[in-house]
Structures are given as structure tokens and as C-alpha cells.
């Protein structure tokens, strides 16, 4: 009985009982699956991280530069503004329109005020330069969010390809030992659902942070939209449309 017991304790000992026993256990195979992942995670929370702070400083300033551009009364007093915060896509918006004030001259005669007013064909183009700023930026502030979208796409199909092989590692292993038992199929399955585990793990929070940022990148492009509609009509104001 003592003889039975020791080989029993001996057989349970060489069994994984832990995640940790499983990866350090795992054929060459499983483990290159799964340090894959980890790197693939690495990278997406750097990129969340990352991002997160970007989006949100950038969200801070457009939201401070829009409420004192909405008390500007003319081109110049929002020129004093942007160049009090510079570097921002709200800010690199507007002096790109103010560079194309600068060196378009207006084309029709000037109102009972003097000022020189902007042609429709002027105007159409200014809203053109607008547009092509504000997708810039988008373009810009939008740099490497779709790779979390593909890290979470395909993270699930390398854990399942990871699952796929070390099952099929493990039946050829039953089929040389010729046992069939529950014991022997066990650690092998379980081994192999680690990488499907770890890969869930990679996909859930690289789409829900693709997703969100998406959000954000859209909320940020309308508001950049909206600064351009609001230059167009102060610049009506001003008479000079």
C-alpha cells in the first residue's frame, strides 16, 4: 500500500497544477505560441497607454483653444491665441488657414468698410485647405491605433492555431505511449488551451481600446470640422467673405 501510495504522489507531483506549470512544461511549440502573444501584448498596452495620454492632452487643448476662440472677435485676436498654445491640431488648423489668408489675395472689391472680401472660388478653397489640415491631423493622431485593431483580430487565431498544434502534439504523444486514460490526455489539452487563454486575454482589451479610440479620433475630427465653420463665419463677420 505504501508502495502504491509513493507511485500515486509521484504520478500527481508530475502533473501541472498551475498556469506557471503548464507554460514552463509546455513543448517548444506552445511556448513560442505563446511568447508571440506576450510580445503582441507588450505591444498593444504601450500603444494604449500612449494614446490614451495623446488623445486626452489633445482633447484639453482643442477644448480650451474652442472656448477662447468662441470669444475672438476677429482673424487676429485668434492668432494671439494660437500662438499662446502652439503645437495642437486646432492650433496647426488655424495657421494653416491664416497662412492661406496671407498669401491669397481677394479677388472682388471691398465693402462700404474698406475691407478686401474673398471670391466663392476663394472661399471653396479655403474650405478645401481646412479639410486636407484637419485629415492631416486625424491622420496623424489616428498613427498606430489600427494595429490594435490587428493584434486584436489575430491574437485569437494564433491561440487557436497554439491550441491546435500542442492537441495534436499531444495525441501523438498518447498514440507513441499507447495510453489512453484521462490522466494522460488531460495535462496536453489543458496545455494547449493556455495559448487560446493568453490569446482572449491580448484580444479583449487591444478592441476595446481600438474601439474607444476610434470614438475619440471621431469626436476629435468633428471638433476640428467645427473650428473650420467657425473661421469661415467670423470671417464673414469681419466682412471679409
Do not use: C
Amino acid at each position: 500500500m505504501a508502495t502504491v501510495a509513493m507511485v500515486q504522489a509521484g504520478g500527481a507531483s508530475a502533473v501541472p497544477s498551475t498556469p506557471l506549470e503548464l507554460i514552463t512544461s509546455a513543448t517548444p511549440i506552445t511556448q513560442g505560441v505563446l511568447v508571440l502573444l506576450a510580445v503582441l501584448s507588450l505591444i498593444s498596452w504601450t500603444i494604449m497607454f500612449a494614446k490614451s495620454i495623446e488623445l486626452r492632452r489633445v482633447r484639453s487643448a482643442g477644448a480650451r483653444f474652442m472656448r477662447e476662440f468662441e470669444r475672438a472677435h476677429s482673424v487676429s485676436d485668434v492668432a494671439r491665441i494660437a500662438a499662446k498654445s502652439r503645437g495642437t491640431p486646432f492650433t496647426r488648423v488655424f495657421e494653416r488657414a491664416q497662412l492661406f489668408l496671407t498669401e491669397t489675395a481677394p479677388t472682388l472689391l471691398p465693402t462700404t468698410e474698406g475691407k478686401p472680401r474673398l471670391s466663392a472660388a476663394q472661399v471653396e478653397a479655403l474650405r478645401q485647405v481646412l479639410d486636407s489640415q484637419s485629415d492631416a491631423e486625424r491622420d496623424a493622431l489616428s498613427q498606430f491605433v489600427p494595429t490594435l485593431g490587428t493584434i486584436g483580430s489575430v491574437s485569437p487565431l494564433i491561440g487557436l492555431l497554439g491550441t491546435v498544434l500542442g492537441i495534436i502534439s499531444s495525441f501523438l504523444g498518447i498514440a507513441r505511449g499507447g495510453s489512453g486514460n484521462i490522466g494522460a490526455v488531460a495535462p496536453g489539452v489543458a496545455e494547449a488551451l493556455t495559448a487560446t487563454a493568453l490569446a482572449l486575454a491580448v484580444a479583449i482589451p487591444a478592441v476595446f481600446a481600438y474601439n474607444i479610440f476610434a470614438t475619440r479620433l471621431n469626436q476629435i475630427d468633428g471638433e476640428l470640422e467645427g473650428l473650420g465653420s467657425e473661421l469661415v463665419a467670423l470671417l464673414v463677420r469681419e466682412g471679409r467673405i
